[in-house]
């Protein structure tokens, strides 16, 4: 990071100049001090001129530029769809800055790009365009210190499907629908994950999943391992399933063909959940089962538990009467059996 000099007390300007890391990974800093911060930055870039030299090479980049070869660096690392994303993102956000120099970028000019962004887009977007925007910057122009106040991210409410509208879909579902749909239901695959199976991937007791079928750059259907190495499972599945998984022809379909598919299906029948809920389902009744959180993320092909939590923070919607009545009687039975006690 370029040394930046802030005022003391006193007057005067002190700039810090990276030295060395040490053995626990801690970084350690030399500080100088001067008159003017003009003096003191120029001592401390004095400090290992070499190291600095190299990051104020990025300077006159244009913002455009450095995403672009943020990208370039990074493609053999990122997923074609993020690539894919990446690039949307150098082309559509920020115009007012993407052409700007990175010298000439400042806190309040990515300030006020936020603001604008956030009267157009939903809190999440905001905050994924501000995530690739300080990632570019904090490689190519570190000097500048974001302390962006972002959109409060704003919960959404997922749908969790009953079973009663799981098997309504499924006895609604054509030939090339169902099994994707008992997949996701019963097994938790994304579309994603369905569309790269092959006859290969299924055994007598289930299904693994090694790829995914995702959009490269030239908007062509791809086969690519899984995104996170969470992807790459084992998902067990009901006999009477994997008989017509066994059946289905997987070359007839993509993630675009199923999601035309269940919007013709949802828009007949009147269901008001994406198919991807029929994840949300699997996982939330495992979880009303008393499956471990552990357990249902490592099948699920969840990196994490976190997202697993807003998928069943509520109760499925047709367990809610048994749970109610439940918990009535728990606190009826524990305050008569303390009234017989006293009596």
Same mark, same amino acid.
């Given at each position: 990071?370029?040394?930046?000099?802030?005022?003391?007390?006193? !007057?005067?300007?002190?700039?810090?100049?990276?030295?060395?890391?040490?053995?626990?990974?801690?970084?350690?800093?030399?500080?100088?001090?001067?008159?003017?911060?003009?003096?003191? @930055?120029?001592?401390?870039?004095?400090? $290992?001129?070499?190291?600095?030299?190299?990051?104020?090479?990025?300077?006159?980049?244009?913002?455009?530029?450095?995403?672009?070869?943020?990208?370039?660096?990074? =493609?053999?690392?990122?997923?074609?769809?993020?690539?894919?994303?990446?690039?949307?993102?150098?082309?559509?956000?920020?115009?007012?800055?993407? !052409?700007?120099?990175?010298?000439?970028?400042?806190?309040?000019?990515?300030?006020?790009?936020?603001?604008?962004?956030s009267a157009k887009y939903a809190p999440k977007t905001?905050?994924?365009?501000?995530?690739?925007?300080?990632?570019?910057?904090?490689?190519?122009?570190?000097?500048?210190?974001?302390?962006?106040?972002?959109?409060?991210?704003? @919960?959404?409410?997922?749908?969790?499907?009953?079973?009663?509208?799981?098997?309504?879909?499924?006895?609604?579902?054509?030939?090339?629908?169902?099994?994707?749909?008992?997949?996701?239901?019963?097994?938790?695959?994304?579309?994603?994950?369905? #569309?790269?199976?092959?006859k290969s991937d299924v055994t007598d007791f289930g299904?693994?999943?090694?790829?995914?079928?995702?959009?490269?750059?030239?908007?062509?259907?791809?086969?690519?391992?899984?995104?996170?190495?969470?992807?790459?499972?084992? #998902?067990?599945?009901?006999?009477?399933?994997?008989?017509?998984?066994?059946?289905?022809?997987?070359?007839?379909? =993509?993630?675009?063909?199923?999601?035309? *598919?269940? *919007?013709?299906?949802?828009?007949? *029948?009147?269901?008001?959940?994406?198919?991807?809920?029929?994840?949300?389902?699997?996982?939330?009744?495992?979880?009303?089962? !008393?499956?471990?959180? *552990?357990?249902?993320?490592?099948? !699920?092909?969840?990196?994490?538990?976190?997202?697993?939590?807003?998928?069943?923070?509520?109760?499925?919607?047709?367990?809610?009467?048994?749970?109610?009545?439940?918990?009535?009687?728990?606190?009826?039975?524990?305050?008569?059996?303390? $009234?017989?006690?006293?009596?």
């Amino acid at each position: 990071m370029l040394p930046t000099a802030k005022k003391l007390p006193s !007057g005067r300007w002190r700039a810090r100049a990276y030295d060395y890391t040490d053995a626990n990974g801690k970084r350690h800093y030399v500080s100088f001090t001067a008159n003017t911060k003009s003096e003191a @930055q120029t001592a401390a870039r004095a400090h $290992k001129p070499s190291l600095y030299k190299a990051q104020s090479s990025y300077l006159d980049l244009t913002l455009k530029q450095a995403y672009k070869r943020y990208v370039d660096t990074h =493609t053999g690392t990122l997923s074609p769809s993020t690539v894919r994303e990446y690039t949307r993102a150098r082309d559509r956000d920020f115009p007012a800055l993407m !052409g700007m120099k990175l010298k000439d970028i400042t806190p309040e000019l990515v300030q006020t790009a936020i603001n604008e962004a956030s009267a157009k887009y939903a809190p999440k977007t905001v905050r994924d365009k501000h995530g690739l925007l300080h990632k570019v910057l904090k490689l190519y122009a570190p000097h500048i210190i974001l302390n962006t106040d972002l959109p409060r991210s704003v @919960q959404s409410e997922v749908y969790v499907p009953t079973t009663e509208e799981v098997a309504a879909a499924l006895s609604a579902a054509n030939d090339v629908l169902r099994v994707p749909i008992l997949l996701a239901s019963r097994g938790s695959l994304r579309r994603s994950e369905i #569309c790269a199976l092959t006859k290969s991937d299924v055994t007598d007791f289930g299904v693994n999943i090694t790829k995914a079928m995702v959009k490269d750059m030239d908007k062509q259907w791809v086969i690519k391992p899984p995104k996170t190495e969470a992807g790459t499972r084992f #998902c067990p599945l009901p006999p009477d399933v994997i008989k017509e998984v066994k059946k289905y022809d997987f070359s007839q379909i =993509t993630p675009d063909k199923i999601e035309r *598919q269940w *919007q013709r299906l949802k828009e007949a *029948q009147g269901f008001k959940f994406k198919f991807h809920a029929f994840r949300h389902y699997w996982a939330s009744l495992l979880h009303s089962k !008393g499956f471990p959180d *552990q357990y249902i993320a490592k099948i !699920g092909g969840w990196s994490t538990i976190e997202m697993l939590h807003r998928v069943y923070a509520h109760a499925l919607r047709d367990k809610l009467p048994e749970y109610t009545d439940k918990v009535v009687d728990i606190f009826t039975q524990e305050f008569e059996t303390k $009234k017989e006690k006293k009596a």
